[in-house]
């Protein structure tokens, strides 16, 4: 009977706790069960009582991002650690076969194929994958493949083969376009299958932009804060990059680049009327458009491409045109005080053979720099002649169209340099350095600063929210910071000393011969000055500076004089201590065998440790003392 | 004297919550990860980089949480989440990391130094509660704030007498909010086990804290 009982309080008690988890009052379970109310009522009170402790305070968000960022610095040694482990047998033949497939598919690539690629290198390299591939049938069989299955990297191999063999450049557009689609296609599939795939290139054109979603080719791709976007979204630019598919019929991005519209395109025609969706024709990948300067090579009439910008627009809304060059200038250089030589000087050198009626091209971006007869104008260098067409005062800042020349090795002339706006103020030089905490489109914020990124901001591969960071760029009107570079910088590494304050001079202490700076970030636990001995944890960064995350004030300093036995008689304490002193340089050790060191911050009060009793051999107390009621 | 024995048997009592928690939280039966964790855990679990920093903004508040609610000090809390998470590092690098379940795993970890902080600190120092790390001035009522430490501490002690079975299943469900489903994979057994434990657990809780 009472077993029975019991069994019934075990329900109720259960489907109590769920119903209060799920908002219910504690008077309305107990009305379901009237006749166990006085059984109930007590475990449910205790049952609150635990409930109570449950809210949790925040965590201070400095020490949670410096938490985070200790944890990102040793989690990237931990990966050089793991990818420089020694492997086995079938493991490196495992890694051999990956690399190869990897490296040819890197070097079949179009954007690295030389035009002129030897053909005994093509035909070796064909005759590698016939014999590594045909013989086993896998390029058959990969035909049907999509992304995630086991034979997509062959056929991937296989593709990048058929636009290697395409010489003629025609056919090999033609082909490329053919992939991009099937590309599509494949991703298409993916959503419909419901495959998780943590990878997959893609090209097509923007359609629609909404906040968190982009339309693209007819795919609808999610826009997470951590998605790295490059150049300025547009309706009807062409965007290529790489998406993730979490196997719930929806794509992730993460990365867009998205690639500059041609002049006229950004022009709007009056007379048309703007669709949202292109057609269902393959789109031809970006990469190709921009190599290939087939769709400007007749020359256009300036009339037709007139700016629309206003002078008053401001740089982000202009639409930058500049297409990736091989010779880009990694930082370019702004000059504080301008002063602009429009004119050619002396140092002009005419160039001989550049007849005006050879393809051109025209930018609109902001001049970066004015060396002599060589402007920068956004990404693009090029030079001026005594017939380039100045119309209004531009300078170092001032947002300009130029018409440029270009000429048969690739290089420019401008014939004509037209203001649309004047510097609005003269951007200043930044850098900076520091972890980077988010990444949000184009807003980076690294070390506490916003910073913005265009598609002319060179970024490092592969940086990520935690690492650090140099960031060179220029802060425009209205104070936002662009990023003109972003460059991984090795993680800080930690130090841990300790010793005697022998100078406080501002932010700056030095202990032990060792000088660091305090900032506001620093945990300072007690009232350390000149003379006192404390424990210090700091990051050393790459340029040789070092950050005190925390410094910690021993307390009472003993010294071996001060060391008295005790005058309590002695009791059943199993060791009385006796014990000699711990030094007072000594540095706690991490309170637990964990060799990752950014952890073990001192806290709480300054409560001076007694001396353990008799502490166990290799079982060192942990530094923190932090109190427990017993 | 009295004090000290009840510290050694307090420590005894830890050492086979430590070991019968081991068995307790299991990671084959633990908690499935949803499906995006997968990709994540795999990606992880070869040191890659972005996924292990995804994997700690995914976990590091519930285990926060977590050690919080066993220790009730934030600054040991972090120190302790810290050392969880540098454990992980460790198990990837040396290729011993989660086999089954990841949550399982890491709290297992958690779990286990906590045991270890309370068995060190054990030995280490007493500390009466007067000494204990001073309130942060935050706006709240100061007296509640005592008043709430008191009852939390209260509290945390008449949870140390109870089986380490107990313990962990009042912790798991009514501080850590998780499932009856949730905490039976963790702890290896099944609901209904976990639903009689649950009521032995919270009648025990309540002797305890009875006046005498």
């Not at chain 1, 795939?197 to 097509?204: C, E, L, S, Y």
């Not at chain 1, 199993?574 to 309170?591: C, F, H, L």
């Not at chain 2, 309130?135 to 005592?146: C, E, F, I």
């Amino acid at each position: 009977m009472t077993q029975h009982r019991d069994d019934q309080l075990v329900q109720m008690l259960n489907q109590c706790c769920e119903l209060i988890a799920a908002g219910e009052s504690v008077s309305v379970c107990l009305e379901r069960f009237p006749e166990h109310a006085a059984d109930l009522a007590p475990l449910l009170a205790t049952a609150a009582a635990v409930r109570e402790l449950r809210p949790v305070p925040p965590r201070a968000a400095s020490v949670a991002l410096q938490r985070r960022a200790q944890f990102m610095a040793s989690a990237h040694e931990t990966s050089l650690a793991v990818k420089n482990r020694p492997i086995g047998l079938l493991g490196a033949l495992a890694l051999w076969w990956h690399k190869s497939l990897s490296g040819l598919d890197e070097l079949l690539r179009p954007r690295g194929i030389p035009r002129a690629m030897p053909v005994g290198l093509m035909g070796a390299l064909v005759a590698v994958i016939l014999l590594g591939t045909l013989t086993t049938g896998a390029v058959t069989a990969s035909a049907t493949a999509i992304p995630g299955d086991p034979l997509y990297p062959v056929k991937t191999l296989v593709d990048r083969t058929r636009v290697l063999l395409a010489r003629d450049t025609q056919a090999r557009l033609a082909l490329e376009q053919q992939i991009a689609g099937e590309h599509l296609q494949e991703v298409r599939s993916v959503v419909k299958l419901l495959r998780r795939v943590d990878r997959m290139r893609f090209a097509g054109v923007i359609e629609e932009i909404k906040p968190d979603e982009w339309t693209v080719s007819g795919l609808h791709i999610r826009i997470l804060p951590e998605t790295v976007i490059q150049g300025v979204p547009q309706v009807k630019a062409s965007v290529s990059g790489t998406v993730r598919a979490p196997g719930d019929g929806t794509l992730i991005a993460v990365l867009l680049a998205v690639e500059p519209m041609p002049v006229a395109a950004v022009a709007p025609d009056p007379t048309s009327t703007p669709t949202s969706r292109p057609t269902s024709t393959p789109v031809p990948p970006t990469r190709v458009s921009t190599k290939t300067p087939t769709d400007t090579r007749e020359p256009t009439p300036v009339e037709k491409v007139k700016p629309t910008l206003s002078p008053t627009e401001r740089p982000d809304t202009a639409t930058p045109t500049a297409a990736p060059t091989a010779t880009r200038t990694r930082t370019p250089i702004l000059t504080k005080t301008p002063t602009p030589t429009r004119r050619p000087t002396a140092t002009w050198t005419p160039w001989p053979t550049a007849a005006r009626s050879d393809p051109k091209r025209r930018i609109i971006d902001w001049v970066r720099r004015i060396d002599g007869s060589r402007w920068t104008i956004g990404e693009i260098t090029t030079d001026t002649d005594a017939e380039t067409e100045y119309i209004g005062d531009a300078g170092v800042g001032s947002l300009v169209e130029a018409e440029l020349l270009v000429r048969p090795d690739g290089s420019y002339l401008a014939l004509l340099i037209k203001e649309l706006g004047g510097p609005a103020a003269t951007p200043e030089l930044w850098e900076g350095s520091g972890v980077v905490q988010s990444i949000a489109g184009d807003r980076w914020t690294v070390g506490g600063t916003v910073v913005r990124i265009d598609g002319d901001t060179q970024i490092d591969d592969g940086i990520q929210v935690g690492d650090w960071v140099t960031v060179n760029g220029e802060r425009r009107s209205g104070g936002e910071i662009w990023a003109n570079s972003i460059t991984k910088l090795p993680p800080p590494e930690f130090r841990q000393f300790s010793g005697q304050v022998e100078s406080i001079n501002g932010d700056t202490w030095t202990v032990w011969g060792t000088s660091f700076k305090v900032t506001g970030d620093t945990q300072i636990t007690g009232d350390p000055g000149v003379g006192d001995y404390v424990d210090v944890e700091a990051l050393e960064f790459p340029d040789g500076s070092v950050v005190a995350t925390s410094i910690y004030l021993v307390p009472d300093t003993p010294t071996p004089t001060e060391v008295t036995p005790p005058t309590a008689p002695p009791t059943d304490t199993p060791a009385p201590p006796t014990d000699t002193p711990v030094p007072p340089t000594d540095t706690p050790a991490p309170p637990t065998d964990t060799p990752v060191p950014p952890t073990a911050i001192p806290s709480g009060a300054p409560t001076p440790e007694p001396p353990s009793p008799s502490p166990a051999a290799g079982d060192t107390p942990t530094p923190q003392a932090n109190p427990l009621p017993s | 004297m009295g004090h000290e024995f009840l510290m050694f048997l307090l420590d005894i009592i830890l050492w086979a919550l430590s070991f019968g928690t081991l068995s307790v939280i299991q990671g084959d039966n633990a908690r499935a990860e949803d499906p995006d964790e997968q990709g994540l855990l795999d990606r992880a679990s070869r040191a890659d980089p972005e996924a292990i920093g995804a994997l700690y903004d995914r976990y590091v508040g519930r285990i926060y949480n977590y050690i919080y609610h066993r220790v009730g000090q934030a600054d040991l809390a972090e120190d302790l989440t810290a050392q969880v998470f540098a454990r992980m590092l460790e198990a990837i690098r040396e290729g011993r990391a989660w086999r089954t379940s990841f949550s399982g795993w890491i709290y297992r970890i958690a779990h286990n130094l906590v045991i270890d902080h309370y068995r060190r600190r054990s030995r280490a120092t007493f500390v009466e509660l007067e000494e204990a790390s001073p309130l942060v001035a935050d706006g709240a009522d100061p007296v509640r704030k005592v008043e709430a430490r008191l009852e939390g501490e209260h509290l945390r002690a008449a949870l140390g007498k109870l089986t380490e079975e107990q313990a962990e299943v009042i912790a798991l469900r009514f501080l850590d909010e998780f499932s009856i489903a949730e905490v039976a994979a963790m702890m290896n057994k099944t609901e209904g086990a976990i639903k009689a434990l649950q009521y032995r657990a919270v009648l025990a809780l309540r002797r305890v804290m009875q006046p005498a």
